[in-house]
Structure formats: C-alpha cells, structure tokens
C-alpha cells in the first residue's frame, strides 16, 4: 500500500505547477491539466480541498484561475500531503509496549523531516533531473 496516494501525487504536481507561475498570477485549469497530464474534473476537486484549506485561492470567470494563496517558501509538502490526504501514519495502532514503537516514532519524524521542504524549493529536484540526462546519437 503507497503512503501517499494518487491524490496526493496528483495535488502536489499541481500545487508545484502553481508555484512555477509568476506571483500573483493566475493559472487556468485548463493550462494545469495540460502542462501535469491531470484531468481538469480531478484538478477541480483537489484544487478545491486546497483552497478550502487556504493553500490555494481562485478567481471565476474568463480571466480566472488559481493563484498560490502564500508565498511557495512558506508552504510545506507536508501541508499540501496532509491536506489532501489526512494526518500521515507509518503505523495505525501502536502498543506503549512494542519494541518497535520507537523505530516507527523515528520513520515518522524523518518523514515528516523531509516534507517540511518548502514548496519552492521542488526546483531543485527538477535541476537535478536535468543534470541526470545523457543523450546518445
């Protein structure tokens, strides 16, 4: 079983599609669903449990779109999975007397270690993908 599912998969590339846009700019549904391979009906689903939760602001009409409702730097990939996936669990049932309790409480605090990386720092991985890409004739 994934620890993240599709959803937050899919919330996360569209929340880092946002955060490609110049600030305070608007990007269609339209221009996400195409630039993520996301259909436009999810995006509007996850996109609206973000904005629900003030992570992302929309506008209406012809002119409208979705807009990062905070700067990327202060939005976690925490915040983005926990949102659209609910509180994350290594375990679901601990025992104050299992052994192992204090190597789950240890899976749960390095995972939480990494996906406090700020939205805006996705880019980096994106750079090291490039760095990563041989082409052969």
Request: net charge negative; aromatic share 8%; proline share 3%.
């Amino acid at each position: 079983m994934a620890l993240i599912s599709s959803k937050g998969v899919y919330g996360l590339r569209a929340m880092y599609e946002l955060s490609l846009a110049p600030v305070n700019t608007l990007t269609q549904i339209k221009t996400i669903a195409q630039n993520t391979g996301i259909s436009q009906n999810y995006l509007e689903q996850l996109l609206s449990i973000l904005r629900r939760s003030g992570l992302v602001e929309s506008i209406r009409g012809a002119q409208g779109g979705y807009k990062l409702a905070k700067p990327a730097e202060s939005i976690t990939v925490f915040q983005i999975i926990e949102t659209l996936e609910g509180e994350l669990e290594i375990l679901s049932q601990s025992s104050l007397n299992d052994p192992l309790r204090l190597f789950y409480e240890d899976c749960y605090e390095s995972l939480t270690k990494v996906l406090t990386l700020p939205l805006s720092e996705l880019h980096r991985y994106h750079e090291r993908l490039l760095g990563q890409l041989n082409y052969t004739i």
